[in-house]
């Protein structure tokens, strides 16, 4: 499940794309050569489904008939609270989000290119970008905050004058 919130679904979009997917997958279970790499791929197709058919069907989400909520994540990434890490993953594109979340879950970018049946060099540049722009978006966050600390009232120091 984690792994397709981390592509971008929200934690109840997440369990149900998994669960789906399992309840379709455990008569043949035994048959599937890798089955932590194959439940993946069907829950991220799954998930990718249905979000299809929210977008095809955008007065559900007008009515109140569907509101993305996040809760229920208590592991972390690599400290970040999961949140936070979900929400800066996001500013990634679908593709550098795809190949972070197998990363995030201990492939090797030779693994992942053969999982998605990419070129290895392709998977690595996902990789390299992504990592640019999630370290680019924490500085652009810690200098904000940064900001914020220094420009609220009575953190001013006043130098010289009377």
């Known amino acids: ?7 971008g679904a929200s934690w109840e979009e997440a369990e149900d ?34 979000e299809v058919r ?13 509101t993305p ?10 400290g970040l609270e999961q949140e936070d890490a979900l929400r800066h993953l996001r500013l990634l594109n679908q593709e550098q989000r795809r190949v972070m979340a197998y990363t995030f879950d201990g492939y090797a970018p030779e ?17 390299r970008h992504a990592r640019r722009r999630l370290k680019e978006a924490l500085a652009a966050e810690r200098e904000r905050e940064m900001s914020e600390t220094t420009n609220r009232p009575g953190t001013q120091t006043h130098l010289g004058g009377s």
């Not at 929210?54 to 569907?66: N, S």
């Open 69 to 78: 909520v996040q809760h229920g994540v208590t592991d972390s990434y690599e």
């Open 54 to 66: 929210l977008r095809k069907a955008p007065e559900a989400a007008v009515r109140g008939f569907w």
């Open 111 to 127: 693994e992942i290119a053969a999982l998605l049946e990419k070129n290895p060099g392709t998977v690595r540049s996902n990789i």
């Open 1 to 7: 499940m984690k792994f397709v919130a981390t592509l």
């Open 17 to 50: 794309a998994v669960g789906d997917v399992l309840t379709e997958l455990l008569p043949r279970w035994n048959q599937i050569r890798t089955p932590r790499a194959y439940c993946r791929l069907a829950a991220e197709r799954a998930w990718i489904n249905s």
